[in-house]
């Protein structure tokens, strides 16, 4: 049984930063590639960032490009999401997931965290 479980997030003014941690069960955790994705209220959950099993390779959406940070710490069976110059629009739950694609959308990813709500303020 595979448990994901995030961590950091809270209220924050706009430009000011957060950094969500995701900590993941299983003793095989440096297989996996880690996402997280985010969903506002009304809107449909949209991908955010991705960081394949060895932390060498990273994606991003445009929207957190240049702002948000992803990696991961395969000893401690974590992945974070270091948000940078937070905008309102960055307000959303945010989830971690783990699947087996950079690329996978959200669906193709079998397993996912609760979810922790960012909220940013203007």
């Known amino acids: 049984q595979v448990q994901l479980v995030e961590s950091g997030g809270g209220l924050v003014q706009a430009g000011g930063s957060l950094r969500l941690s995701c900590a993941a069960s299983?003793?095989?955790?440096?297989?996996?590639?880690m996402g997280w994705f985010r969903q506002a209220p009304g809107k449909e959950r949209e991908f955010v960032a991705a960081i394949s099993g060895t932390g060498r390779t990273t994606r991003y959406a445009d929207s957190v490009t240049g702002r948000f940070t992803i990696s991961r710490d395969n000893a401690k069976n974590t992945v974070s999401l270091q948000m940078n110059s937070l905008k309102p629009e960055d307000t959303a739950v945010y989830y971690c997931?783990?699947?087996?694609?950079?690329?996978?959308?959200?669906?193709?990813?079998?397993?996912w965290g609760q979810g922790t709500q960012v909220t940013v303020s203007s």
């Open positions: 299983g003793r095989t955790f440096s297989s996996y590639v």
């Open positions: 997931a783990r699947g087996s694609s950079l690329y996978a959308a959200a669906n193709e990813y079998p397993y």
